[in-house]
């Protein structure tokens, strides 16, 4: 495909939960982000990847959300025994190189999480 | 700490006004900025960036200027129309070390027929 893709486009969890989020990211991007994006907020970061090394996951909320990438190219975030405040938006971006004049990150649709 | 500062929303137009949604930011080092827009039910797009101070970015009849002066970065537009109704994001990247882009809050602009 053209753009970035994530699955499902809505997930619906009750607390306790474990939930796993997919992205495919652009053919050929080596540089893969998400976000998570709050009611009325703009995304917030949650963790980056260079092909399958996570260089930074400062923006994990804690240690229930894990991410990977191992062949490079699909991730999938996912969030263990999962609480309401973790109803949200998670953005997928990927982008050819990180840092730079090309440094442009193009996003997926959004997994709109809502546990009940 | 970095971060992005919008004005809050809504705001709302008549056809062919002129639009000016204000962006400033605090950041270390000499980011690059962007604006992105998300239309109702769609995911967000690029609208337009600028890597370096006084560079101008535009798309779409879409203006912002690098202002690092007053480090701001403040989207202009002469005539919007009715399809402009979105949420836009101004974001930053400091590109290096960590390249994960810092987001304002976004500002929703409706505009009327």
């Known amino acids: 495909g053209a753009g970035v893709s994530q699955s499902p486009r809505y997930k619906v969890a009750k607390r306790g939960q474990d939930v796993a989020l997919r992205c495919d990211p652009i053919?050929?991007?080596?540089?893969l982000f998400w976000y998570q994006q709050a009611l009325g907020q703009g995304p917030e970061f949650l963790t980056y990847f260079q092909n399958e090394a996570q260089l930074d996951k400062s923006g994990l909320p804690s240690d229930r959300f894990f991410a990977e990438r191992p062949e490079g190219s699909v991730s999938t975030l996912k969030i263990q025994r999962t609480q309401q405040e973790d109803s949200a938006v998670y953005l997928c971006?990927?982008?050819?190189?990180?840092?730079?004049?090309?440094?442009?990150?193009?996003f997926g649709p959004g997994t709109r999480l809502t546990v009940l | 700490g970095d971060s992005v500062t919008q004005m809050e929303g809504p705001v709302t137009l008549s056809e062919e006004a002129f639009l000016t949604i204000n962006c400033t930011y605090t950041a270390t080092g000499y980011p690059s900025l962007f604006w992105y827009v998300q239309y109702p039910g769609e995911g967000l797009q690029l609208l337009l960036k600028?890597?370096?101070?006084?560079d101008k970015g535009s798309n779409k009849g879409f203006e912002a200027t690098y202002r690092k002066e007053t480090t701001s970065f403040h989207l202009e537009k002469g005539s919007v129309q009715v399809s402009d109704s979105a949420v836009y994001f101004c974001a930053l990247s400091l590109g290096s070390g960590t390249y994960k882009y810092i987001f304002g809050t976004g500002t929703r602009l409706k505009v009327l027929a």
């Open positions: 053919s050929g991007h080596v540089s």
């Open positions: 600028a890597t370096k101070a006084d």
């Open positions: 971006a990927s982008s050819f190189v990180a840092g730079g004049d090309t440094d442009t990150q193009y």
